[in-house]
């Protein structure tokens, strides 16, 4: 069964340094990854997602993720963070022909002033 | 505008006392799920239903029902049975994934704003 782990639960960083939040999987089978956002009190937003192709994914908000299919990771980030970016973010996988999509616990990004 | 609209946004409920959660998707979308949101816990996939009158437990269904009526709602009702059920729902629907798996854009989740449940 697949599953996923976020390797931080709160990463702290400057406004306009880089920043990037690990994501890692285990599956035996074909998988696509997603990252979605979370602001407080709100549904969750879709960032970016790998299904195949290019293995450098461009999400929205300038951010991007890796896929790397060797390290089972699949990594977001940012060259430049901004105040907005404060918030939640989750990694997830699909496994081929599933109906389902597995959660990570979530990454929570502190933009420091 | 298409979207999934969930209600109420907060929610308190007695203890002991049934409750019904709404989601409504315009989207035209057959699937829909229901997650359960705690801190530090991520989502946890509580009942999804990929047809009308029909669904399926997910990992974390013991204290709660759902019905799947129509294509546009998915309504969850969390029993007496729940034993912790203060949290935040989280209700999303999704194209089902083609033969191909989920290969086009649409096959995304797309979420609600959530209800946030308090049990008093």
């Known amino acids: 069964a697949q599953s996923v782990t976020q390797l931080d639960s709160q990463v702290p960083v400057f406004e306009e340094a880089p920043v990037e939040l690990r994501c890692n999987y285990s599956s035996s089978v074909s998988v696509y990854l997603f990252w979605y956002v979370q602001y407080p009190n709100q549904g969750l937003q879709l960032l970016l997602k790998y299904l195949s192709g290019s293995t450098l994914v461009k999400g929205i908000n300038g951010f991007e993720a890796e896929f790397n299919k060797s390290q089972t990771s699949f990594h977001l980030r940012k060259p430049s963070v901004h105040i907005s970016d404060t918030a939640e973010y989750f990694c997830a996988v699909s496994e081929w022909r599933d109906d389902k999509i597995i959660f990570g616990k979530g990454t929570r990004l502190h933009i420091l002033p | 505008d298409g979207g999934i609209t969930q209600s109420p946004k907060y929610l308190f409920r007695k203890e002991g006392q049934n409750v019904t959660l709404s989601c409504e998707q315009n989207l035209n979308h057959d699937a829909m799920y229901w997650y359960r949101q705690d801190p530090g816990q991520g989502l946890r996939l509580i009942y999804y239903?990929?047809?009308?009158?029909?669904?399926q437990k997910g990992d974390i269904a013991e204290g709660y029902s759902v019905s799947r009526e129509k294509k546009e709602s998915f309504p969850l009702t969390v029993t007496s049975a729940q034993k912790n059920p203060t949290a935040f729902y989280l209700c999303a629907s999704s194209p089902p994934p083609g033969l191909a798996g989920p290969a086009s854009s649409t096959d995304t989740q797309y979420f609600g704003p959530g209800t946030r449940l308090t049990v008093l």
């Open positions: 239903s990929q047809i009308v009158n029909d669904f």
